[in-house]
């Protein structure tokens, strides 16, 4: 999907005013996080977990060049063919290119992030393909001709009855009459049109949640089992991933997969986790008989060593957007691209460029919540406060804001100036709010639009304390 | 007799000088002797926290010398406090010198309520307060000094005082420092749904660590007609709620 991160504060303010949205918003907030806890409390090694979780996903990127290489070699040997993109253009010419040779006209798709990340349903279209989402969230997003709204959860922005409008409007031509508007009547209706998506496709492309280098495996977990349907199906089988899943063994896969559907959804695991090494081999009963990955870079690279790299740790559980509080009011179309909440205000403007993005890392209150949950400990708020140094140094942002900033340090620095300022200002500010005034004080209106301002007791401090020290020595 | 530097902090200083009266008497109470630097000014969060580190780097050296002869540094502010402890070393990661030193001053800081608990030995508050109290959890102070049980085990000790949790307690109130200026909807949703939360527990009071946080809390109940009273932790321990509870004067003009 082509970015719009720029356009954040604008769409902030739609979010916010979209009753529906809202709504959606308070209904999911709770759930996740319940449940997570609920997870963790009944895993009392989880600290543990989470460390090694951490030091295996630390590992994986310091040997980043090796372990990928030993996955590619494992891979081939098991008959996957390997593909390597350096950006979202070169993955969209490779997988166009796998459909054709396939003579492919009909691809379904397991729930892919990077695939959204490069808008690949958009290059198969142009390729004259038909593309069938799988995933329940992303085929009602499909039908609604949106995006994802959330990595785990693409479609948490929709309620019930929005679904089964679209999914009225859409099954008619199928030769549906009625209109489904229960949870179980909604599932089972799409799971009947999904059917037919299985059975009739050509291609099925998935993502993977991590890559196996001891093994060349690709591990994938679902909870609607689309993902397996999807892979074994159709004749070829293509993973589309980006570099950095990459973990060393089984072993390292099945520690990460302890934390991921727990900080995810709350699971001790997920419905289906699935490993698949290569296409079907000779005494198979199924499978696909070609099997491709495209491993995709799009920046990755570049943020190694540096200054970002642990932000490639993640895992895409969406804990953070679950706890992150400016996440739960706008919810993620606000964030104007694949990736949001918190994950999202890091990974985008390291992705895309701070000039397009970087109103995200400022959108934070620097609570802590989402480092403090994330099962590999990223250090999110730490992240955004050094891009937001880079903002600065770099000249972008607010010339305004810079120029109060300043204004404001060098008050600081200037201790004698700033208790004179104090001392006047207590007293003026009180006089401002006891007369109403306050909402006259330009770049204060939208701050008092929805809370008073509190007023202050009308000296400083160091005044009183001042006075109150001359008193005790005269 | 330990010499505790008091840091006022900058919203202290302008909103409420009772926060800082209440700390001093707390302090003094525990035995200790509290002095208050007069070359304090800020601790530095709004220019670190919005990429400013050489404005940054300089209000730590001052907040540094202003307070080299204390043996404490003690602040009523989770997230001044962190700034002093936390943040400091990591401004001067790239001079060997400078680092040990703020090093050296970061072990000297606390936050009020921890300083009274873990190093004056406080086992609870001693006083009076009646009602029903939800105490709010500032971000910083909660997750980077982790601050959570030490207000409650001296609220605790006050009679009359009845402690309440609050749903989502773990959540922000939307104040963030300078983000409630630079996006103040998005802050304003926030507040919105900790007021939503503090009005639902049925306590008549919101105490909390964090003056920023009160205000933004104050702020937003005031909005919503509730009559919920707002008060900083140290002034409900020290006895000092005899002046009129944090909020605008919309209510009472």
């Known amino acids: ?474 | 007799m330990p010499k505790v530097g008091l840091f006022v902090t900058c919203l202290v200083d302008l909103f409420r000088p009772n926060v800082a009266f209440s700390a001093i008497r707390l302090l003094e109470q525990a035995g200790c002797e509290v002095v208050v630097p007069e070359a304090q000014t800020c601790c530095g969060q709004p220019a670190y926290n919005n990429g400013h580190s050489r404005d940054t780097r300089a209000i730590a050296r001052q907040v540094m010398t202003a307070f080299a002869d204390c043996e404490y540094v003690v602040a009523p502010s989770g997230s001044c406090a962190a700034m002093l402890r936390l943040h400091y070393p990591r401004l001067f990661t790239m001079d060997a010198r400078e680092q040990a030193k703020a090093n050296a001053f970061a072990e000297r800081c606390w936050e009020l309520s921890s300083f009274l608990v873990e190093i004056c030995g406080l086992e609870a508050g001693s006083g009076h307060y009646v009602g029903k109290v939800a105490y709010h959890d500032g971000c910083s102070g909660l997750r980077e000094l982790q601050v959570r049980h030490q207000p409650r085990q001296l609220l605790g000790g006050i009679s009359g005082l009845k402690l309440c949790e609050v749903a989502d307690g773990e959540s922000c109130c939307g104040f963030g420092g300078t983000f409630c200026v630079k996006y103040p909807q998005i802050s304003a949703r926030m507040a919105d749904d900790k007021a939503k939360n503090l009005i639902a527990t049925g306590a008549e009071t919101v105490v909390a660590g964090e003056l920023g946080c009160l205000l933004n809390i104050a702020g937003r109940l005031e909005r919503l007609g509730s009559e919920i009273r707002v008060y900083h932790l140290a002034e409900v321990l020290a006895g000092r709620t005899d002046v009129a509870p944090i909020a605008g004067l919309e209510s009472d003009s």
């Open chain 1, 1 to 474: 999907m082509k970015p719009v991160v720029h356009d954040f504060p604008h769409r902030a303010a739609t979010a916010l005013a979209d009753e529906q949205l809202q709504g959606a918003l308070r209904q999911a907030r709770g759930g996740f996080v319940d449940k997570r806890r609920k997870a963790l409390e009944a895993l009392p090694e989880y600290p543990q977990i989470r460390a090694a979780a951490a030091d295996i996903r630390a590992h994986s990127l310091a040997h980043l060049d090796f372990y990928l290489e030993r996955f590619a070699e494992r891979a081939e040997a098991c008959g996957t063919r390997v593909h390597w993109a350096r950006d979202g253009a070169e993955a969209r010419q490779i997988i166009t290119d796998i459909c054709r040779e396939a003579d492919a006209r009909k691809v379904i798709k397991g729930k892919t992030m990077v695939g959204e990340e490069i808008d690949i349903n958009g290059a198969l279209e142009e390729a004259n393909l038909e593309v069938l989402e799988t995933d329940l969230g992303e085929y009602i997003i499909q039908l609604a001709k949106e995006t994802p709204s959330h990595i785990i959860a693409p479609a948490v922005h929709k309620n019930r009855a929005q679904i089964s409008s679209l999914f009225a409007r859409a099954h008619e031509k199928l030769g549906y009459k009625e209109a489904v508007t229960g949870i179980a009547e909604i599932v089972g209706r799409a799971r009947e049109v999904l059917r037919q998506g299985f059975l009739q496709a050509d291609v099925g492309i998935t993502g993977a949640n991590f890559l196996v280098a001891e093994t060349g495996s690709m591990v994938l977990v679902t909870n609607e089992g689309n993902g397996d349907l999807t892979s074994s199906l159709p004749d070829t089988h293509i993973v589309l991933t980006s570099i950095e899943k990459v973990v060393p063994t089984l072993d390292d896969a099945t520690t990460l997969l302890r934390v991921l559907a727990r900080s995810a959804t709350g699971q001790p695991i997920t419905s289906y986790t699935s490993f698949y090494t290569g296409p079907r081999r000779a005494d198979d009963a199924d499978g696909p008989s070609e099997m491709h990955v495209v491993l995709l870079d799009n920046g990755r690279s570049r943020m190694l060593g540096g200054d970002y790299a642990e932000m490639l740790r993640c895992i895409r559980c969406g804990a953070c957007l679950n706890h992150c509080p400016v996440y739960g009011s706008l919810g993620g179309h606000a964030y104007g691209w694949v990736y949001p909440g918190p994950m999202g205000a890091v990974l985008s403007p390291l992705l895309l460029g701070l000039p397009e993005a970087a109103h995200l890392p400022n959108a934070c209150t620097l609570n802590g919540h989402c480092a403090e949950v994330c099962p590999v400990g990223i250090p999110l708020p730490d992240m955004s406060r050094k891009l937001r140094q880079e903002e600065q140094a770099e000249g972008l942002g607010s010339r305004r804001d810079r120029a109060l900033l300043k204004v404001w340090s060098y008050v600081a620095r200037h201790p004698r100036l700033y208790h004179g300022l104090a001392g006047c200002a207590a007293p003026l500010l009180r006089w401002l709010c006891r007369s109403g005034m306050i909402h006259f004080v330009p770049g204060l209106g939208t701050l008092l639009a929805a809370r008073a301002c509190p007023a202050p007791e009308g000296h400083s401090f160091h005044r009183l304390w001042q006075k109150k020290s001359a008193e005790r020595t005269s």
